[in-house]
T-cell receptor, first 116, second 111 residues
Framework: GAVVSQHPSRVICKSGTSVKIECRSL??????MFWYRQFPKKSLMLMAT?????????EQGVEKDKFLINHASLTLSTLTVTSAHPEDSSFYICSARTGGNDSPLHFGNGTRLTVT | SQQGEEDPQALSIQEGENATMNCSYK?????LQWYRQNSGRGLVHLILIRSNEREKHSGRLRVTLDTSKKSSSLLITASRAADTASYFCAASSGGYNKLIFGAGTRLAVHP
């Protein structure tokens, strides 16, 4: 089946530093990937839609300069949390589709970010 | 708000019992999907029901969709301890068919 690999699974960083999270589609090409954020025991909040070769589309209230998304190839999208602060601590999950826009999403296993 | 509503927020049952979770959404949809999440992990797709469908089955799962009420339900029959997880509905809409997730139901199945 389709596999989405997300790395790292956990990261701890200090305030003010930047953290990059990678999302790879291992056995399929993904022109579109979606980045979600999840708070403990809460639902997933869509942050942005990542499009290969073009700018990401951010949801309302998500700072694009804070959460930099790059989708340079059909198998890799990256999310960089810039100048991280403790309130950025969260669970970040990426996802992608194998088929058309009407097909289910395949999710990575998420990245637990802790900013100290 | 991005999210729809799900109820109950938490459900605790015994093995063998059925579990029913409900979901409401706000916009018109292309399809509605249900996902499962084990603690601290990514989500796994369970079932997709299109906007022109009313009911769908997959193994022990049964999903219904009522577009007039903008609601859906997920029934898990003969539950097992391994079904313990959080379950989310997700409404698919818009050009990219981005998924907007409901608040989720935390299901605990006790042996």
């Amino acid at each position: 089946g389709a596999v989405v690999s997300q790395h790292p699974s956990r990261v701890i960083c200090k305030s003010g530093t930047s953290v990059k999270i990678e999302c790879r589609s291992l056995d399929f090409q993904a022109t579109t990937m979606f980045w979600y954020r999840q708070f403990p025991k809460k639902s997933l909040m869509l942050m942005a839609t990542s499009n290969e070769g073009s700018k990401a589309t951010y949801e309302q209230g998500v700072e694009k300069d804070k959460f930099l998304i790059n989708h340079a190839s059909l198998t890799l999208s990256t999310l960089t949390v810039t100048s991280a602060h403790p309130e950025d601590s969260s669970f970040y999950i990426c996802s992608a589709r194998t088929g058309g826009n009407d097909s289910p999403l395949h999710f990575g296993n998420g990245t637990r970010l802790t900013v100290t | 708000s991005q999210q729809g509503e799900e109820d109950p927020q938490a459900l605790s049952i015994q093995e063998g019992e059925n579990a029913t979770m409900n979901c409401s959404y706000k916009t018109s949809i292309n399809n509605l999907q249900w996902y499962r999440q084990n603690s601290g992990r990514g989500l796994v797709h369970l079932i997709l029901i299109r906007s022109n469908e009313r009911e769908k089955h997959s193994g022990r799962l049964r999903v219904t969709l009522d577009t007039s009420k903008k609601s859906s339900s997920l029934l898990i029959t003969a539950s097992r301890a391994a079904d313990t997880a959080s379950y989310f509905c997700a409404a698919s809409s818009g050009g990219y068919n981005k998924l907007i997730f409901g608040a989720g139901t935390r299901l605990a199945v006790h042996p």
